[in-house]
């Protein structure tokens, strides 16, 4: 396979979901306002906004960029 780079919106979406985790995790730094926007846009699915969640974001973004440059059109 040829690696593709990934669209903009991929990237983009990528970082956006790394700010957020490393936000929600917090050993690196906290942003409270976002983190209470979080927690509210997940109350509405029933989760809570935990360290948890934001180890898994900051576990996902990256693997996010990896499937889109393996896969075409992601």
Known sequence: MK????????????IVLM???LSLEGSLFSIAQLNQVVDQVLGVI???ATRE???V???VAP???IVG??????
Do not use: C, E
């Open 69 to 74: 440059s393996l896969f075409r059109g992601i």
């Open 3 to 14: 690696p593709n780079p990934p669209y903009l919106a991929t990237v983009v979406i990528a």
């Open 57 to 59: 974001l900051v576990v």
């Open 53 to 55: 969640v934001g180890r």
């Open 19 to 21: 700010v957020v985790g």
């Open 46 to 48: 029933g989760m809570d």
């Open 63 to 65: 693997a996010l960029l």
